[in-house]
């Protein structure tokens, strides 16, 4: 499985404190892989542990931070603060389990938001829209959006394996204290707009290169005499920046989502770009033990008949809310489906000069697709 490992820490701990250049010189037996290979081929239950930098290009950096560094005996509320510290996750998940069954309801997991005394401060922050207490018109993150797109296999609960992605994609936004800048050209707050505000930006993108760059920075120069160079440190540069941004923003709307990070990073184990039968099983999307069953969820994805799922693809079900294999007005506001689509009424049945029907099917979606 995508998450069997003993003990996470121990997997990969050793490998962060070590001379650079042993990064980029992970055996295989005896094949030579890169940092990012030999995550994703042999240490793929790892992969929530570190972050890639996007550049360079060619063979891009991998930001980790050891469970063992100095700096994580912070903790609120019994709540680490250490928030890139993928081993001390799972005892926040349990601090939120207040009913033991492995497995967060919303109820449990809201409180990660919207409770002062257990909530990150960025987190609080943004619930609030910076007020001291909560304020619907300033609001910038809704806690109920957040549920639901965390939850993957929409089983309305969060699995640790759900609270694993959840983390990857949102700890930088909790360690940068920042977040997303775009806002609905409605007007409406951020929380009410696409994906409920549980976005990251091209804007937030810069902040989290600046801290990721102080981050190797304050680590080089604590272990200089162990050959770390400071010089190898750098900020991308803008064509970098374009291409990091392409490759993560898998719809084009400008918004990376949980959705797109989980699909990009954990779903495609090849890289390819879709899902194939084999990892749409290994996934967390919607499956049960039943092959007959598997194939019906697969068959659900796989809009086009294609036997492949692209992410466009899996956007169209996860944006339906009330699964009735149709995307109405509000499921297209949250679903953060691109501009260039055009106004939602443009899918609306007009009839003697009146609108009817709204509502996009799977039918006229492929149109986008295509």
């Known amino acids: 499985g995508l998450y069997q490992c003993t003990d996470q820490g121990a997997a990969w701990s050793e490998h962060i404190t070590t001379y650079p250049p042993h990064w980029y010189r992970f055996f295989d037996g005896l094949e030579e892989k890169t940092a990012i290979e030999y995550i994703r081929e042999v240490k793929p239950c790892c992969r929530h542990c570190v972050w890639s930098l996007g550049y360079p290009l060619a063979i891009p950096a991998l930001l980790a931070i050891s469970p063992k560094q100095d700096t994580c005996g912070l903790f609120k509320g019994g709540f680490s603060q250490c928030y890139l510290n993928c081993s001390a996750w799972e005892g926040d998940f349990d601090l939120l389990d207040v009913n033991t069954d492995s497995k967060l309801n919303a109820t449990e997991m809201q409180r990660y938001i919207s409770d002062q005394s257990v909530a990150p401060a960025q987190n609080y922050k943004l619930y609030t829209g910076g007020a001291l207490s909560y304020n619907s018109d300033l609001s910038r993150l809704e806690p109920n959006v957040v549920f639901f797109s965390v939850d993957l296999n929409r089983d309305n609960s969060i699995s640790r394996e759900e609270w694993r992605v959840y983390r990857h994609f949102w700890s930088p936004t909790l360690v940068s204290r920042a977040g997303p800048s775009k806002v609905p050209e409605d007007g409406r707050p951020l929380a009410d707009g696409p994906l409920g505000g549980f976005f990251i930006d091209q804007y937030f993108m810069q902040i989290w290169f600046t801290n990721m760059v102080n981050m190797q ?154």
């Open 217 to 370: 920075l304050e680590y080089y120069i604590s272990n200089l005499e162990r050959g770390f160079r400071m010089i190898e440190v750098r900020e991308p540069v803008q064509n970098e920046k374009l291409q990091i941004m392409r490759q993560m923003d898998l719809d084009g709307s400008e918004r990376i989502s949980n959705e797109e990070s989980y699909f990009r990073i954990f779903a495609d184990m090849d890289g390819s770009g879709s899902l194939s039968v084999s990892e749409y099983y290994q996934s967390l999307y919607p499956r049960t033990g039943d092959s007959e069953e598997l194939r019906v969820n697969f068959n659900k994805h796989d809009l086009d008949g294609n036997n492949r799922i692209s992410f466009l693809e899996r956007k169209f079900v996860a944006a339906d809310i009330n699964e009735d294999n149709n995307i109405d007005e509000n499921e297209w506001r949250v679903g953060d489906f691109p501009e260039v689509y055009g106004p939602f009424e443009g899918h609306c049945t007009v009839r003697g000069g009146e609108r009817q029907s709204c509502q996009l099917d799977k039918e006229r979606y492929n149109y986008y697709m295509s």
